[in-house]
C-alpha cells in the first residue's frame, strides 16, 4: 500500500499508523563516508532521492532553462513528475517527453545519470561492504570533480550524514 492509502485509511478510522520513518539524523561538520554511515544513507534513501531530486535535478534544470530564454517555472511544473519518478513507471508519451528534454539539456542528462548510478548502488547488496565504500567513495569524487555545484553540494549532505545509533538490547 502506498503511503497515501494509508493516510485516508487511518482518517477513516479504518487503519493505525503505528510507525513512520524517522527524518535522517544529518552532522553539521565534515566527515568522510564511512561504512555506518553509507547504511544511514542507504535507509534513508527515499529522503535522499527526494532531496537530490529538489536541490540538484530541479535547480540544473530551471538554470538550463533559464539560460536558453524559456519558461523554467511552466515547464519545471509540467515535469516535476517526470523527474521524480522511474522512467519505467511512466507512459511512453511521458518517456518521450523526458527523453526530448534531457536530449536538450545536458547537464540534466548529466545529473539524471548521477542519480541513477547512486541509485545503483542501493541495488548491490551482493558486493561486500568495503567494494560499496569505495564505489561509493568515487561516486563522491566523480560527482564533486563534475563541474556542477549543486552535485558538489549534494555530496557533502551525503558526507552529514550521521551513523544510525546501535539498537538497545532488549
Not at 502506498?2 to 485516508?8: A, M, R, Y
Not at 547504511?39 to 532531496?51: C, D, G, Y
Not at 515547464?75 to 528534454?101: H, K, N
Not at 542501493?122 to 563522491?140: I, M, P, T, V, Y
Amino acid at each position: 500500500m502506498g503511503w497515501l492509502h494509508l493516510k485516508v485509511l487511518s482518517r477513516l478510522g479504518l487503519a493505525r499508523i503505528r510507525r513512520v520513518a524517522a527524518q535522517p539524523e544529518l552532522v553539521s561538520e565534515k566527515q568522510s563516508v564511512s561504512i555506518d554511515s553509507l547504511r544511514a544513507i542507504f535507509v534513508n534513501r527515499m529522503h535522499v532521492l527526494s532531496h537530490y531530486t529538489n536541490n540538484v535535478t530541479l535547480p540544473v534544470l530551471k538554470r538550463e532553462l533559464e539560460h536558453v530564454g524559456e519558461n523554467a517555472n511552466a515547464v519545471i511544473a509540467a515535469t516535476r513528475r517526470l523527474l521524480a519518478w522511474q522512467p519505467e513507471m511512466l507512459d511512453e508519451m511521458s518517456r518521450s517527453r523526458l527523453a526530448e528534454l534531457i536530449e536538450r539539456h545536458p547537464q540534466l542528462k548529466t545529473v539524471l545519470q548521477y542519480r541513477n548510478e547512486l541509485k545503483s548502488l542501493w541495488d548491490g547488496a551482493n558486493r561486500s561492504n568495503e567494494k560499496l565504500l569505495s564505489d561509493f567513495r568515487q561516486w563522491c569524487a566523480r560527482a564533486e570533480a563534475s563541474g556542477i555545484q549543486g552535485l558538489a553540494d549534494f555530496v557533502a549532505y551525503l558526507k552529514s550524514y550521521r551513523a544510525m545509533p546501535e539498537p538497545a538490547a532488549s
